[in-house]
């Protein structure tokens, strides 16, 4: 079976987005990337075991899939660019009960009944699901316990307030499956839910 990765970046106390305005992450997904070879080595290889893509809706309305797809474009020869280009190959899938049809490309528009969704997912063939969406999305998807791997790149902030993604879902415990640290500074902790 398929597993679902989430992966977020995170601050040092738990939030995954700012109230305020402040630059907090080492790379923000433009072309000032503070993140080192090592990590950006080791995220490709997370999508190199990926074929599905889960996005939330606001994510795919907010230019995700044009944004990678540019930056595909724009560094062809770059490796640490490769994943971009695993983002415009892979299966997208776009959970939504107000979007209607894609008009996207190889991303499949379904209902947003995210269990049943997520699981139908899981149970096909191929390689892994990694999911990108907000706060809202992330937070759903724990609550309903689909999150089968939790991939926390923790950048080295410290926020003081802002959104975060275990609110809803009450009690859990994780089993640690890795912790790495990079010379940039992040440190990327994967669990996997207690069961």
């Known amino acids: ?35 080192d070879e090592e990590l950006k080595r080791d995220f490709n290889t997370v999508f190199a ?16 899939l044009s944004h990678w797809g540019n930056a595909a474009k ?9 994943f971009a280009q695993r983002i415009v190959e892979a299966r997208k899938v776009v959970p939504s009960d107000r979007l209607k049809a894609s008009r996207w490309e190889r991303t499949t528009v379904v ?31 724990i609550t309903a316990g689909l999150v089968d ?8 902030a ?8 275990f609110g809803q879902g009450g009690f859990r415990n994780l089993r ?3 912790s790495k640290p990079y010379a940039c500074g992040m440190v990327v902790n994967r669990y996997a839910p207690a069961r």
């Open 158 to 165: 410290v926020l003081g307030a802002g959104l975060r993604i």
């Open 176 to 178: 640690l499956l890795g």
């Open 49 to 64: 075991g990926i074929d599905t893509i889960l996005l939330s809706r606001k994510m795919a309305e907010e230019g995700y």
């Open 111 to 141: 209902s947003g009944d995210l269990p049943r969704e997520v699981e139908a997912l899981k149970a096909g063939e191929g390689g892994d699901i990694i999911v990108f969406g907000g706060a809202g999305f992330a937070s759903s998807l």
């Open 1 to 35: 079976m398929k597993k679902l990765i989430l992966q977020m970046q995170m601050s040092v106390d738990g939030f995954v987005g700012a109230y305020d305005d402040h630059r907090w992450q080492l790379w923000e997904w433009g072309d000032d990337i503070g993140w």
């Open 149 to 156: 791997e939790f991939q926390l790149f923790i950048n080295p």
């Open 74 to 82: 724009k560094f062809p020869r770059d490796p640490f660019y490769a």
